[in-house]
Nanobody, 121 residues
């Protein structure tokens, strides 16, 4: 019953900004790491940014200095602020979260449905 609902994708011009959000709902005991992945046309899915439950972040080299990942634990939501967007940032962005449903088993990762981000020149 765990669901990840994404929003904020769209079409922007190069140099513009977008903020993606992903809200986790369902039977949740706790949420560990949360992150964003993307898949460009004809390419494999790649990590964009990850944030741990303690706020430690990790970014792909291609987005460092431009993207910022954050989370609101009270809302079970992760955000991705994307600035100075480039055409090569175009792709489907997927939210991912490690969710602990019960205290008896290790947590499992869940995926959102993906949201399209298109950056035009």
């Amino acid at each position: 019953q765990v669901q990840l609902v994404e929003s904020g994708g769209g079409l922007v011009q190069a140099g513009g900004s977008l903020r993606l959000s992903c809200a986790v709902s369902g039977s949740i005991f706790s949420i560990n790491d949360m992150g964003w992945y993307r898949q460009a046309p004809g390419k494999q899915r790649e990590l964009v940014a990850v944030i741990s439950s303690g706020g430690i972040t990790n970014y792909a080299d291609s987005v460092k200095g431009r993207f910022t990942i954050s989370r609101d634990n009270a809302k079970n939501t992760v955000y991705l602020q994307m600035n100075s967007l480039k055409p090569e940032d175009t792709g489907v962005y997927y939210c991912n979260a490690g969710v602990v449903v019960t205290t008896l088993h290790p947590y499992s990762h869940y995926w959102g449905q993906g949201t399209q981000v298109t950056v035009s020149s």
